[in-house]
């Protein structure tokens, strides 16, 4: 697929989550008003989050597929990290708001009405939200988009809130069990706020340049060991930045070839890790095998990993 073709898939993606974001809203909205459920009103406020987190996202996106300039010579990849990291605050602040309210209602209980209105709301969201994300799971595995990942990631939680509200309001409906409305909106409450740390924690990872999985470096060094005429490698560092992977190691070569002979050798281990890894952006550095000098690999041997 070509850089245009994902641009516009993330693009497309981010924006069907905004305008289901506004949608759900307003739906949400008219559901809260009728019933009075904090389980509903805690979706309400999670949809909100995703309307905010869906407009962060569509303008991380934008930033984030602009061409490389003399001022960002490694692109605007890190637009999506920055995007995730302040969706992730501001569901921690909507997570904790809902927390606050539920404790305040086991205090002072507040009745719950017109529950059917509340149900056909909730399930017209679920089969809405189930919709989105499949189609924005597939430019995700298609692109690699943080952003639209931590989307997809949010209104999956959106299925499992509907689904948990859905029941509780049947509960209260049925059994008149009102303390139950209370419980789901403190349960979803906690899990908002613990997806909003694990996509903060992956954020951040990639703002300070965090390496790839353990299993993409083992693949890198299948692929530079597996080149004909390289004696070694070493320095290998990785990091990503939005959708886009920087590779740079040193190659260790025979030093008694000609430099275009050295160079065509790391022309084709470039090709290879490109055929595996199509937004890779790789550099390589030329070494006489065996050569004595400071290596990155050394320094850290011994070091603690943070």
């Not at 898939?9 to 949400?28: D, H, N, P, R």
């Not at 404790?103 to 509340?118: H, K, S, W």
């Not at 349960?187 to 340049?209: F, K, P, R």
Request: net charge negative.
């Amino acid at each position: 697929m070509s850089n245009l073709s994902e641009n516009k898939l993330k693009t497309y993606a981010a924006g069907a989550g905004l305008f289901v974001s506004v949608f759900l809203c307003l739906l949400k909205a008219g559901a809260a008003f009728f019933t009075g459920s904090l389980s509903v009103i805690s979706s309400l406020i999670d949809s909100l989050t995703d309307m905010f987190s869906s407009g962060i996202s569509l303008i991380a996106v934008h930033y984030s597929n602009l061409p490389f300039s003399d001022k960002h010579r490694y692109g605007y990849g890190k637009a999506e990290s920055l995007s995730a990291l302040l969706q992730a605050a501001f569901i921690v602040g909507s997570g904790s708001f809902i927390l606050y309210d539920g404790i305040n209602r086991f205090i002072n209980p507040v009745e719950i009405r017109q529950t059917n209105a509340g149900i056909a709301v909730m399930i017209a969201s679920l089969v809405i939200t189930l919709a989105l994300i499949t189609f924005q799971k597939y430019v995700a595995k298609k692109t690699k988009s943080l952003a639209i990942e931590a989307e997809s990631a949010h209104f999956t939680v959106d299925v499992l809130t509907n689904f948990s509200i859905i029941l509780s309001l049947l509960a209260v409906k049925y059994f008149g069990w009102w303390w139950i409305d209370i419980v789901t909106a403190a349960g979803i409450s906690v899990y908002l706020i613990w997806n909003a740390v694990i996509l903060a924690y992956e954020a951040v990872s990639q703002i300070t340049d965090k390496e790839v999985d353990e299993n993409i470096k083992k693949h890198l060094t299948e692929i530079i060991s597996s080149t004909p005429e390289v004696k070694g490698f070493h320095d290998l560092r990785t990091r990503v930045s939005g959708a886009r992977m920087f590779i740079e190691l040193h190659l260790e070569i025979d030093g008694n070839k000609t430099l275009f002979a050295a160079h065509q050798i790391s022309d084709d281990v470039e090709q290879k890790i490109s055929n595996a890894y199509q937004n890779a952006f790789i550099i390589i550095h030329q070494d006489p095998f065996g050569i004595k000098e400071n290596r990155l690999d050394d320094e850290l041997k011994g070091h603690c990993e943070i």
